[in-house]
């Protein structure tokens, strides 16, 4: 190794967040620029050995965790608040020309940047590190075109010549596949596509001027795919060589339209649709980029596909302008829309490859989520099924078995909390115990539950054992009942819930085969399970292991760091629960009605219903746009567990979303 090389090797590549700066920097110079990055590199090594710039230690583009914003002033779809469709068509039609750029404003991509359109097809081509190198063919043949004519306006035909020539990719095979990638995920902006239907409507004149490689025919054809009719006349800076960069493009049109008309444009670039459409002669409307708008509040700690697609459908949704959506369904919408179709996804994927015979959603979580399945994967509708069962159920139902569980979650967990006796034992079921319970304690009904004498009250219930169990019975029953029509013909089954500790699918499991005898193995499958921050981190680890349960998000085994961040001691638990709430009360347990066949019951409602309906409403409009844009494109849709979690760290970060959204009744079970 030479000195030079050793010399490259101490200031560059000991640290990674310099090195990627440094690069990054290195890319963007020529010529004697060379120079002043040797002087920036000088620099990040004096801010971090000398000044101790600890940040350098990490890479700007792959931060640890990223810090992003929560918009929480109100909705967030209310930074892009304008005027109505109408009311701009009103304004606009006073003008014999109106003018409008194509990209961002009439038609939006389901991404975040349109370069993410080249990984898909790098896929399709079979061509590794594909996106980096369509961009560089790009600019390369910008550059050749300048050197011929002066002039940086280049068509696709010119840029695939460059392309084939130094990747060996047939020009006509990969133009044609990224044209059928742009006539398959373009889409009308719903905002701009009623502005512009109320102009038509009124007899004005439409013309489409754009800076873009794609001619006017592909153009064309990309807005009548994307819904709209045809527009007058189509002015194409690769077709005319002139653009609205250079602003000779404004000039071009106004020569070819008549010098004595009035113009107006819009478009969403600030420079060539605003400032240099206004130096000659026209009027211009600035319509806000969706993904300049949406940036600051859009994770980019996620893989770079589903990152960019997930960035550029809430960017064009919610700020669009059309809507101004509620806080309740942005919620769902921005945090709860990924999660959801991944975990359905993921569920999809589980099922099919472990011969599962019906899936489960438990109440109230599955709510939502049976409701996602249907819309992602309708053929499968006798397949799964939206069932009654809670923690409440659960430990009266399994109380046999788990009687462990059974006085912590009746007891324990509501030590100190002013729980009276006779709240403690209606919570329980057992009513008609209370007066033999008190009276052998020496203390009132109102005596509320303490550290001090609740070893008491268990040792009581421990000496009437079989009593406590004859309670359930009919409940045990009447669960029976409910349960073998359910499970008939089934003989394994994916029981579905968002976690954590997943005690819910492994006493169903219990329950379903040990007390009723139905011959049915259960599998537990939750979103993700108790963290390192739990009192009880390894509680379901024997269950993981052993693949009687599954988790989608993390786990001790998958995704650590995330199993690391999750904290319900925060709130985060919440903020998921969230997510899946559902407008019912919380399911009481089964009981016998006068007739001996099952009766289900519930609590009442106690959150808001119509919240939790447009926090539902939001996650499945996301949904239902992935399933729409994406179903077709396989394992390049699919959605991973680290990815679905990224968008709820901005909320997790935060410190006011609490106070915006109570939607979730989180009192301790019977309580």
Same mark, same amino acid.
């Given at each position: ?11 560059? #590549? ?7 700066? %440094? ?95 080249? %990984? ?83 007899? *004005? ?36 060589? $002139?653009? =609205? ?54 994770? %980019? ?5 589903? !990152? ?12 669009? !302008? ?48 049976? $409701? ?27 109380? *046999?078995?788990?009687?462990?569980? %059974? ?6 967990? $509501? ?42 009250? *268990? =040792? ?33 089954? @994916?029981?579905?819930?968002? !976690? ?6 492994? +006493? ?18 939750? @979103? ?17 292991? /052993?693949?009687?349960?599954? /988790? ?11 199993? =690391? ?20 009360? /919380? ?17 009442? +409602? ?46 997790? #970060? ?13 009192? #301790?079970?019977?309580?």
């Amino acid at each position: 190794m030479s000195n030079k090389d050793r010399l490259y090797h101490l200031l560059v #590549n000991q640290v990674p967040g310099i090195r990627e700066r %440094y690069e990054s920097k290195r890319r963007q110079v020529t010529g004697i620029g060379k120079i002043g990055v040797w002087f920036y590199l000088i620099w990040l090594n004096f801010s971090y050995y000398i000044l101790r710039r600890k940040s350098l230690e990490t890479t700007e583009k792959y931060p640890y965790y990223e810090k992003k914003e929560l918009y929480v002033k109100g909705s967030e779809s209310s930074i892009s608040g304008r005027e109505s469709p109408k009311e701009l068509a009103e304004e606009l039609a006073r003008y014999d020309v109106i003018s409008f750029d194509v990209f961002d404003t009439l038609i939006f991509r389901p991404f975040s940047s349109p370069t993410d359109l080249f %990984y898909l097809l790098g896929n399709k081509l079979n061509y590794m590190d594909f996106q980096r190198i369509r961009m560089e063919m790009e600019w390369k043949a910008r550059q050749k075109k300048y050197k011929a004519e002066k002039s940086y306006e280049v068509n696709l035909d010119e840029i695939y010549m460059v392309l084939s020539e130094e990747t060996g990719i047939p020009k006509e095979e990969a133009m044609q596949k990224e044209l059928e990638l742009e006539y398959t995920f373009c889409f009308a902006n719903p905002y701009m596509k009623k502005v512009v239907e109320l102009l038509q409507k009124a007899g *004005k004149r439409m013309i489409i001027t754009s800076d873009m490689y794609l001619n006017t025919k592909q153009i064309q054809r990309l807005l009548q795919r994307s819904g709209y009719d045809e527009f007058s006349s189509y002015y194409v800076s690769s077709d005319l060589q $002139k653009s =609205k960069h250079e602003g000779n493009l404004y000039d071009y049109v106004k020569e070819q339209e008549g010098k004595e008309k009035s113009y107006v444009h819009i478009g969403d670039n600030y420079i060539a649709d605003i400032e240099n459409a206004g130096k000659h002669g026209f009027t211009s409307f600035h319509y806000k980029n969706v993904n300049a708008v949406g940036e600051p509040y859009r994770p %980019y700690d996620m893989s770079v596909i589903t !990152g960019g697609i997930y960035r550029g459908l809430v960017n064009a949704h919610i700020h669009n !302008g059309l809507h101004n959506y509620s806080r309740e369904y942005e919620y769902g919408y921005i945090y709860g829309g990924l999660f959801v179709t991944g975990y359905c996804q993921f569920i999809h994927q589980y099922v099919k490859e472990h011969s599962i015979d019906k899936i489960l959603f438990l109440a109230r979580d599955g709510d939502v989520l049976s $409701k996602a399945y249907h819309i992602l994967y309708p053929e499968e509708d006798k397949k799964w099924e939206y069932v009654y069962w809670s923690r409440l159920a659960a430990v009266k139902l399994s109380a *046999k078995h788990y009687k462990y569980d %059974y006085f912590r979650r009746f007891l324990y967990h $509501k030590v100190n909390q002013s729980y009276t006796m006779k709240q403690i034992l209606s919570s329980m079921e057992l009513e008609d115990m209370l007066d033999d319970l008190v009276k052998e304690l020496g203390c009132e009904q109102e005596t509320k539950l303490t550290d001090k004498n609740v070893e008491s009250v *268990k =040792k009581y219930l421990m000496k009437h054992w079989e009593a406590v169990l004859e309670h359930y019975l009919d409940q045990s029953e009447a669960g029976k009942q409910y349960y073998s029509k359910i499970l008939e013909g089934c003989r394994k089954v @994916a029981a579905v819930d968002i !976690g954590w500790a997943g005690s819910g699918a492994v +006493a169903l499991d219990y329950v379903v085969n040990q007390e009723w005898n139905l011959s049915c193995e259960v599998i537990g499958v939750v @979103a993700g399970t108790n963290s390192c921050h739990n009192a009880e981190p390894d509680a379901s680890e024997t269950f993981l292991q /052993s693949g009687k349960m599954v /988790s989608y998000m993390y786990s001790q085994r998958e995704n650590r760091d995330i199993w =690391k961040l999750h904290d319900a001691g925060k709130g985060h638990n919440l903020y998921w629960e969230m997510l899946l709430d559902a407008p019912m009360g /919380s399911f009481k347990g089964f009981y016998l009605d006068e007739n001996g066949k099952c009766r289900c019951e519930f609590k009442e +409602a106690v959150t808001d219903v119509k919240k939790i309906e447009e926090v539902q409403e939001g996650v499945l409009d996301f949904v239902r746009q992935w399933e729409k844009m994406w179903k077709s494109h396989g394992e390049l849709a699919k959605i991973s567990g680290r990815d679905a979690y990224a968008p709820m760290v901005s909320v997790e #970060n935060s410190k006011c979303l609490k106070e915006l959204l109570v939607l979730v009744d989180n009192v #301790n079970i019977g309580g």
